[in-house]
């Protein structure tokens, strides 16, 4: 079962595996072009680019007549976040059964601040069981603190560490919290779709470890908004995840150097 690709997404994809420095200028015509390889019309390529600086990720700058963006501190931030949620996924955890809590009640004038913070809760693997409430199977406390302050929201929300009490009733929270159905199928197709590459790194060509390593890193990124990674008696996931970690960190090393071949090469071409 694979993710749909999502041209503004992918975008913040290449961004994060590719750009360093990240104050690097990256020429607009190297992305389409890079989206094209990926699928994405021009036209579908430039509408993603616009809205990525609407929403005040990248910043537009001209040089005659080539177009570059450069990363904004925001998406500088959002990416760093990324990268620790992502590099971090699958790895043993303290299991202290310690849940976290939030609730807040931000108020409607403030829209765009209570949809930023529904998109990285969900990107801590935070479920919500009812409307401004969410919760996490993991210590989250200071994690969550620091977004509501970015976000200058603190006055709206607040934190709870928690333990359940008992277990009757967890089931019927995790199940309203997240959707789980076919999480397991999504691991075995994810890596059913990657695994056969372990290995044959070089045997692809330049463009080809550019395609697979960006498709495996976006579609990796479900994984944490997907899976809450429950405690082993309450996720049975558990083992397909672990394969697909697994796979997920030998291929992003093995594939990096011909993929970033590829992207410089583009990139290049105008001058980035």
Request: proline share 4%; with cysteine; net charge neutral.
């Amino acid at each position: 079962m694979s993710e749909t690709l999502q041209p503004q997404d992918l975008v913040i994809t290449l961004l994060g595996s590719y750009v360093q420095p990240r104050s690097r200028l990256v020429w607009s015509g190297g992305l389409v072009a890079l989206l094209a390889e990926l699928g994405f019309s021009d036209g579908a390529a430039r509408v993603a680019l616009t809205r990525l600086v609407r929403r005040g990720l990248l910043g537009r700058e001209r040089d005659g007549r080539l177009v570059h963006y450069r990363m904004q501190p925001r998406c500088e931030r959002l990416l760093d976040e990324g990268d620790g949620r992502i590099f971090t996924f699958g790895e043993p955890r303290d299991e202290s059964d310690s849940w976290t809590v939030v609730w807040h009640q931000i108020p409607e004038d403030r829209r765009l601040e209570r949809s930023r913070l529904a998109r990285r809760l969900r990107f801590l693997g935070f479920g919500s069981v009812q409307d401004s409430v969410w919760v996490s199977p993991h210590d989250h406390s200071q994690d969550v603190s620091r977004l509501v302050a970015e976000l200058d929201v603190v006055s709206f929300a607040t934190v709870f560490a928690a333990r359940p009490a008992a277990q009757t009733g967890l089931p019927a929270l995790v199940a309203r919290a997240w959707d789980l159905s076919g999480l397991l199928e999504r691991y075995e197709a994810f890596d059913a779709e990657f695994s056969p590459f372990r290995g044959r790194g070089i045997e692809l060509t330049d463009a080809e470890a550019f395609q697979v390593r960006t498709r495996l890193v976006h579609q990796f990124r479900g994984f944490v908004q997907l899976d809450p990674e429950l405690p082993d008696e309450r996720g049975p996931v558990s083992r397909a995840r672990a394969r697909s970690v697994r796979t997920f960190h030998v291929l992003y090393r093995s594939l990096a150097g011909k993929a970033q071949l590829h992207f410089d090469a583009v990139m290049d071409a105008g001058g980035g």
